[in-house]
Nanobody, 124 residues
Framework: QVQLVESGGGLAQAGGSLSLSCAASGRTFSNYDMGWFRQAPGKAREFVAAINWSGGSTYYADSVRGRFTISRDNAKNTVYLLINSLKPEDTAVYYC?????????????????WGQGTQVTVSS
């Protein structure tokens, strides 16, 4: 089992930045690819970004590419999501997720372990 705990959400203004963190425990962190997803009110959960076990490969949804940056620190068992140029449509609950590494970072973006989520609200 992998336990994931997100933090860093909150209320932010459009145009600003926000950094989310996700702390993992329970298994060897570097054996897992990590991902971020989000779910806006009334909408299905959507894939946002993924990073491979080493941090050397990343992938982003088209809707966030260029504004979001995913990174990880295997020494701290933590994955991060930096959101720049916040937009009101970024308002959502953000979830981090883990899956046993596939070595090559590729879809489908199906993950086995999930955090409880952290709320991000962007005001205009």
């Amino acid at each position: 089992q992998v336990q994931l705990v997100e933090s860093g959400g909150g209320l932010a203004q459009a145009g600003g930045s926000l950094s989310l963190s996700c702390a993992a425990s329970g298994r060897t962190f570097s054996n897992y690819d990590m991902g971020w997803f989000r779910q806006a009110p009334g909408k299905a959960r959507e894939f946002v970004a993924a990073i491979n076990w080493s941090g050397g490969s990343t992938y982003y949804a088209d809707s966030v590419r260029g504004r979001f940056t995913i990174s990880r620190d295997n020494a701290k068992n933590t994955v991060y999501l930096l959101i720049n140029s916040l937009k009101p449509e970024d308002t959502a609950v953000y979830y981090c997720a883990a899956r046993r590494t596939m070595l090559v970072l590729t879809g489908p973006w199906e993950f086995d372990y999930w955090g409880q989520g952290t709320q991000v609200t962007v005001s205009s």
